[in-house]
């Protein structure tokens, strides 16, 4: 096997390694990652201006979403390689998804994590990620760099 290769496999695997022990560090496992993406995408389903947005989505795929979604975190939490979709694309022409929603998605997962998260470390690296992706698709799908235009500001 070419060294570049096996050098290649190694480290990949060194990351994979060193992120599931500062997760387990901290109190995080599959069954938390489980837990958490099933508590909180039960709060969307009831929230009054979330739920219908994600509703209209994915009615009649929420085991898949459900799926994907525990893969997402899992990819994210101990950089498996589990989750190997397009977020930004997913949410493409996603009905009625404004800039505005994402504080609202933030501020409830802030709140199961202040629920059901194993303790502060834990909670802050959860939202800490959560705040990176919010602004990553927020910045994806609704920013317009003309807007920033100085040609165009009025003075």
């Known amino acids: 096997m070419d060294r570049t290769i096996e050098g290649r496999a ?4 060194a990351i994979r390694e060193r ?18 993406v099933e508590t909180f995408y039960g709060r969307i389903l009831k929230h009054s201006e979330l739920g219908p947005v994600f509703d209209a989505r994915l009615s009649g795929r929420w085991p898949e979403h459900m799926a994907k979604m525990k893969s ?4 994210v939490a101990f950089r498996n390689g589990a989750y190997g979709g397009k977020p930004v694309q997913a949410h493409v022409g996603v009905s009625n998804l404004t800039p505005d929603l994402f504080p609202q998605w933030l501020a409830l997962f802030s709140q199961t994590l202040d ?13 800490a990620t959560a705040e990176r992706i919010a ?3 927020t910045l994806s799908l609704f920013y317009n760099p003309v807007l920033d235009d100085p040609r165009l500001k009025q003075g």
């Open 72 to 75: 997402f975190w899992s990819a």
């Open 10 to 13: 190694a480290h990949v695997a």
């Open 135 to 137: 602004k990553s698709l």
């Open 115 to 127: 629920d059901i998260a194993p303790n502060d470390e834990a909670k802050a690296w959860f939202m």
């Open 19 to 36: 992120a599931e022990a500062d997760m387990l560090a901290i109190g995080i496992d599959q069954a938390f990652i489980d837990r958490l």
